[in-house]
């Protein structure tokens, strides 16, 4: 399931991605809004749309976490392994796993060692 659902979301990131599913989705607004009139503005109309884009939104977060999730998974994966495979120290693999106050004490470290390597030259 888990690999149907990655094919589906990489898809629809795709497909969304693209020019003509933006022409398409504004297309959709202005036929709505130009029915407006028709419809003497009623709250139909209007649940018409707001339905459309609750639903429509819902499922794309969920979608697009997915391929942030994976992007992010395979960037740090390919970070880890160029440290891992660097000279220096490997103290950065996995740092992603830390908390945000573990890491500001990297953060920091990486700071005092660029400003002793300034004061060194």
């Not at 693209?18 to 202005?30: D, E, G, I």
């Not at 942030?68 to 960037?75: L, S």
């Not at 490997?90 to 060692?113: P, W």
Request: charged share 20%; glycine share 6%.
């Amino acid at each position: 399931m888990e690999k149907t659902f990655n094919r589906l979301a990489g898809a629809v990131a795709r497909a969304t991605g693209r020019p003509w599913a933006f022409a398409l989705c504004l297309t959709a607004v202005l036929i709505w809004a130009a029915a407006g009139p028709m419809f003497h503005y009623s709250e139909t109309w209007q649940l018409v749309i707001n339905t459309w884009t609750t639903i429509i939104t819902f499922l794309m977060v969920f979608l697009i976490q997915n391929t942030q999730n994976r992007d992010g998974a395979a960037i740090q994966a390919k970070l880890d392994e160029l440290i891992r495979s660097g000279r220096g120290k490997n103290d950065f693999i996995g740092i992603e796993h830390l908390t945000e106050a573990e890491v500001e004490q990297f953060r920091s470290l990486c700071a005092q060692a660029k400003i002793g390597k300034t004061m060194a030259t």
